[in-house]
């Protein structure tokens, strides 16, 4: 209830008016309690007290009336002209009959003999009247006690008499009555003005923290538009324009932080490893489309650590490493080969994980085509020189009694074996440098048709030895195209080679050619062996042949295809293996009728 700086501040002003007028309250009271008491006293000492005088006789203050009353109780009547007396002083003695009286007792028993009170009071022995009964003046005063008293004993010849005035105290009990009455107004009307001075208090102290108050909200909202108003030269509006300042730094800060992220975002987004982020209880904070493809599986955000990693790398040991320490473990997906690299991403407990993931399938397979390349370059050098190694020990170790036509065709092996061998090494030298791309192309305008039907004329002799019907078909004429003439007529030639070779005697072999749109076109077909199914994808890789030993037999290295592939593609052309009807076998070349940067 009292939360609110506005009700503790009325409820501070409330209690201190209340606090302020009980004291005010209380020292009045009391001093005019002490007030009315000591002022009977000295009414009293006025009228029957004696002042001490130097010589040490007792001297009547007020000697008169004291001679008066002594005298008056000599007298047979004493007590009725000790009234008289009295009441001849009442204004003196204070006597109003209704608060104050005066009673004449019999000094021996008490008993009441005259009296100004019309009432039947009953006097009690109070200790003043006790000691006037004893002869001695009773004149103590008691705060405690609610009348006021004094007990002159006088004596007159033989006659003793108790003058005994009585105070019942309701002129102060009524004066206080009033104060309270007057206090309790006072309250009222102060606890009145100490509500309206609080309201208006809290109007300038709460009013402007609460505005702060709201400001600070709408910053906790993230809206930072919005200035508060400097209204003061104040500690409130030292604190409002701090206050300012501090949204502005924040401002800053969070644009700071936003590009940061935004940076980060675009990054995450676009580059081609996956990477993806696991608090400390490894749930998914980020997964970026990389890491989706990569994982080749949907990863919705309530995925968790254990689910995707957990049985490549426990979460808890990454969690442990020390930064810049990290793990990193190898992750088959489908076909894929997934290097990953595990790493804290913060030291403190609120941290969490970031797992790259690359790509290494290429890598893998490159470094896999590397080694059956080595494997094969090895293995087909060295066929051919077991041979020549074999037949040159045989000629060396027969020492002349080998007999001479059989020494010949030994050598004759051995040029062939080298010529293979030249062969190979002169192919390989060729892909290298493709590869490499340092391949000068010597580019220039020829007839598409011219080079074609040279390539069929130059091999029409072998078709012929070979008993091959070979058919050259041009469907239109063929327009100009631009490219390294002498390297695409070889892949001409090995394409028509290969029909030749690859087609048991006497059969049939088609040459066509045409345009399509940009394009220019050749086919070469064939009736002979074919290729089966399972190896039409591998024929344009190196060193593939369907048959070894007749692809050998015939002086092939199996690189001819890997080649003409090399020097279509560097044209911007295909080579590829169209379906057929019957037996043998049909290989496409398509070549652009202009090139990139060519010059008219
Ligand atoms: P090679 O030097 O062995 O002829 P290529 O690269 O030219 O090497 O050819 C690769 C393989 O493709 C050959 O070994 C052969 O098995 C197959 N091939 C190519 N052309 C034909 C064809 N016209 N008919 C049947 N098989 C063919």
Redesign the pocket.
């Known amino acids: 209830m009292f939360k609110s700086l506005h009700m503790k501040l009325m409820l501070i002003m409330l209690l201190l008016i209340t606090s302020l007028m009980a004291a005010v309250g209380a020292f009045l009271t009391t001093n005019v309690s002490s007030f009315y008491i000591e002022n009977f006293h000295d009414q009293m000492n006025d009228m029957f007290g004696s002042d001490t005088e130097t010589d040490g006789t007792a001297l009547a203050k007020n000697a008169r009336f004291m001679s008066d009353l002594l005298s008056a109780a000599a007298a047979p009547d004493g007590a009725a002209q000790m009234q008289n007396i009295l009441d001849a002083n009442t204004g003196s003695l204070g006597i109003d009959f209704r608060t104050r009286n005066y009673y004449i007792l019999d000094g021996s028993t008490g008993a009441a003999l005259a009296e100004s009170d019309e009432g039947d009071t009953i006097l009690a022995s109070t200790p003043n009247l006790l000691s006037a009964l004893n002869g001695k003046v009773g004149d103590r005063s008691d705060v405690t006690a609610n009348y006021m008293d004094v007990a002159i004993p006088i004596s007159g010849g033989e006659n003793s008499y108790i003058i005994y005035i009585r105070d019942n105290r309701d002129t102060v009990s009524k004066l206080n009555g009033q104060l309270f009455t007057i206090i309790m107004q006072a309250l009222v009307i102060g606890l009145l003005i100490s509500v309206m001075f609080s309201y208006l208090l809290s109007k300038t102290l709460v009013g402007p923290i609460e505005k702060v108050t709201e400001g600070a909200e709408r910053l906790a909202g993230g809206d930072f538009g919005n200035k508060l108003p400097v209204e003061s030269p104040d500690e409130i509006g030292i604190l409002t324009g701090t206050f300012n300042h501090m949204a502005d730094v924040l401002q800053d800060s969070l644009n700071a932080v936003e590009n940061e992220r935004n940076k980060l975002d675009t990054l995450f987004l676009h580059m081609t490893d996956g990477v993806v982020a696991f608090d400390h209880d490894g749930s998914l904070i980020h997964c970026n489309p990389a890491a989706t493809q990569l994982l080749q599986r949907s990863v919705p955000q309530e995925t968790v650590y254990d689910e995707l990693f957990g049985s490549v790398y426990p979460l808890t040991q990454i969690l442990a490493l020390q930064r810049p320490n990290y793990a990193d473990a190898e992750m088959m997906v489908g076909d894929k080969t997934l290097e990953l690299y595990f790493a804290p991403f913060s030291d403190r407990a609120s941290g969490g994980v970031l797992v790259v993931l690359h790509d290494e399938t290429e890598h893998h397979r490159s470094e896999e085509r590397r080694k059956e390349f080595v494997a094969n370059v090895s293995h087909e050098l060295r066929t051919p020189l077991t041979n020549v190694r074999s037949y040159a020990e045989t000629l060396r170790d027969s020492g002349g009694d080998i007999p001479q036509d059989t020494a010949d065709s030994f050598l004759d092996i051995i040029i062939n074996e080298t010529d293979r061998m030249t062969h190979i090494v002169q192919d390989l030298l060729t892909l290298s440098r493709l590869d490499a791309g340092n391949t000068e192309m010597t580019c220039t305008r020829f007839e598409f048709g011219e080079a074609i039907s040279s390539v069929v004329r130059a091999n029409a002799l072998e078709a012929k030895r070979r008993g091959h019907e070979l058919k050259l078909e041009p469907t239109q004429p063929l327009p100009l195209i631009y490219g390294d003439r002498q390297r695409l007529e070889q892949v001409m030639m090995?394409?028509l080679?290969?029909?030749i070779?690859?087609?048991p005697d006497g059969g049939h072999i088609l040459v066509t050619a045409g345009t399509a749109g940009e394009h220019v076109w050749m086919e070469?077909s064939?009736d002979?062996?074919?290729?089966p199914e399972k190896?039409r994808e591998h024929?344009?890789d190196r060193f593939?042949?369907?048959?070894?030993a007749?692809?050998?037999e015939?002086?092939?290295?199996?690189?001819?295809?890997?080649?003409?592939k090399e020097i279509v593609e560097r044209h911007h052309g295909t080579i590829r293996l169209a379906r057929h009807e019957g037996p043998?076998?049909t290989?496409r070349l398509t070549l652009p009728i202009r090139q990139e940067g060519q010059n008219a």
């Open positions: 090995n394409i080679g290969n029909a070779k690859y087609t070469v064939d002979g062996i074919g290729i190896d024929i344009f593939y042949r369907v048959d070894k007749r692809s050998r015939s002086g092939g290295t199996g690189l001819g295809l890997s080649i003409a043998g076998t290989v």
